[in-house]
């Protein structure tokens, strides 16, 4: 009894011992990823424990491939064992043929795994149609069968052979053509999936086709080969596989966000080749911003150029925004019909650049190109402020034709009547047609005044300024050449001023009244 008890005791210490070590080596593996990937973990690390992938073996079991149950058995057992709930199996054995052995995808629980792992040790069990020959096309076609029904997005595939293509008498060889089709629907299976290939290659020989079988498999499913050498060589893989299916989920999780970000671009180009770009995208949760870089022109006529604007490169952090890119010139100045096309160039800035780079998910850059057809003006200053310019000058050199040739009209010289006063009675009157100067005063031409001992001199004459300046208008001005002084409407004047008078005005010298009138 009291062996018994220690024998319980025993197994469940042991037990207890398993779980921790279990436990803890996923512990380690997710600190490991916090370490490694802080980010990105922080921002996906919790989908980890939903994450599930599907697990594809295919063994080859043909006569010459059973030397090595011993190796393959305990290794399969071993890893199935760390696979976690809800996870998908399914096991191909082929040779001569190629069979799903488990009939699909079999959902990983306690009691499943225990089966699978019983079902691991018949694998070798002699099978007549299997035995025979090794047909690596038929295997082809039977991965492609399966990967049609994988249950996750993330699905790992292990093939265990020599890679010696024997197909039995009557079946089609395996050739670059066959392998063409194969890639083909491959890359079909693997459109919005994540999947891995490990090549087992056992045992390791020149002698075989394993360089043919490499290239029907697309780049989507990361195709690496391993030789295994030695007996120990392929439990080592797999145990270095099981610590790195954490860090495959996580990639395949940070893979999936890379979505269709639909970049595409809406130019707006004005008369004077100023560009703008209506820029819409799609972000999602990897990237959330996206940056402009370039923009650039696709034009046969090199006559064309784009001075970009230092806005550019533009991040932007909203689905759709405005951005002011620069503006498109030409070599000449004038009228310039553009058409071609705009190509902007966008890339994604994330502060987890780095962890990117180590996960190897490409960041990429997006493009996007947009056809224009416009009418561009070329000058130094834009279209409407040269249109306006253009107006006011000929507004101007119009007002120019109309101010020489208003200043030899007839009607702004000095014409009407002239009559001179003194102390209230006229003793002169003159008539005044078309002058540009009249004298008045004692030595007065035309209008001489001798009366009443006049011993002053005035000068009434018409004053025009260039036709340049279009606002003056001639005026009529009256100066004293000899005299004391003068007075008119405007105030009071000495020898040698100069004022202008207008008709009906009147001008005081001493006793005298001179008048201007009709």
């Known amino acids: 009894m009291k062996v018994d008890y220690l024998i319980f005791i025993f197994i469940i210490g042991w037990q207890l011992l398993i779980n921790s070590s279990i436990t803890a080596q996923n512990m380690s593996s997710l600190d490991l990823l916090k370490k490694d990937y802080p980010l990105l973990m922080e921002k996906f690390g919790d989908e980890l424990k939903t994450q599930k992938a599907n697990y594809l073996f295919a063994i080859d079991v043909s006569g010459t491939m059973n030397k090595y149950e011993s190796i393959v058995v305990p290794a399969m057992s071993q890893f199935v064992e760390s696979l976690t709930d809800g996870d998908n199996v399914n096991i191909i054995r082929f040779g001569t043929e190629a069979k799903v052995s488990l009939g699909g995808f079999s959902d990983i629980t306690a009691e499943t795994k225990t089966a699978l792992k019983r079902y691991i040790q018949t694998l070798y ?250 009418l561009l003006f070329t000058f130094w200053l834009p279209l409407w402020l040269s249109a306006l310019l253009l107006l006011l000058l000929i507004i101007y050199f119009w007002l120019v034709f109309r101010a020489a040739s208003r200043n030899v009209q007839h009607k702004w010289k000095i014409n009407g009547r002239i009559s001179v006063e003194y102390r209230g009675r006229t003793i002169l009157e003159y008539p005044v047609e078309g002058e540009r100067e009249i004298g008045i005063g004692r030595e007065g031409n035309p209008i001489t005044v001798t009366a009443h001992n006049c011993d002053w001199q005035l000068k009434i004459y018409q004053k025009t300024f260039s036709c340049l300046r279009v606002w003056k208008k001639p005026q009529h001005k009256v100066t004293m050449s000899s005299g004391s002084g003068f007075t008119t409407s405007k105030g009071e004047y000495l020898l040698g001023d100069i004022t202008t008078i207008s008709k009906g005005d009147f001008i005081q010298v001493d006793d005298f009244t001179i008048f201007w009138g009709e």
């Open 125 to 374: 069990k002699k099978d007549v149609d299997l035995y025979s020959n090794t047909d690596l096309n038929l295997l082809l076609e039977e991965i492609n069968k399966q990967l049609q029904i994988q249950k996750n997005n993330l699905t790992f595939i292990f093939i265990l052979t020599d890679f010696i293509n024997d197909p039995a008498k009557g079946k089609v060889l395996l050739s670059d053509q066959l392998c063409d089709t194969h890639r083909s629907h491959l890359k079909a299976r693997a459109i919005g999936h994540s999947m891995y290939m490990y090549a087992l290659q056992l045992p390791v020989t020149g002698n075989n086709h394993l360089e043919l079988f490499r290239k029907a498999i697309p780049e989507d499913l990361h195709f690496e080969e391993f030789s295994i050498t030695s007996p120990t060589a392929l439990k080592n893989w797999f145990d270095r596989k099981k610590a790195e299916i954490s860090l495959d989920k996580f990639r395949a999780i940070v893979q999936r966000q890379k979505q269709d970000t639909q970049f595409s671009i809406d130019p707006k180009i004005d008369i004077d080749g100023n560009l703008q770009l209506d820029v819409k995208w799609k972000p999602n949760r990897l990237f959330e911003t996206i940056s402009l870089d370039e923009v650039q022109l696709l034009n046969a006529n090199s006559d064309f150029s784009l001075d970009v604007s230092k806005q550019i490169p533009k991040t932007i952090s909203e689905d759709k925004a405005t951005i002011v890119v620069g503006k498109i010139r030409h070599t000449t100045r004038g009228f310039h019909p553009w058409k071609g096309q705009i190509k902007a160039i966008g890339s994604f800035p994330t502060a987890y650049d780095s962890e990117l780079d180590k996960l190897e998910i490409g960041k990429g850059v997006v493009v996007a190109n947009a056809e224009t057809n416009n």
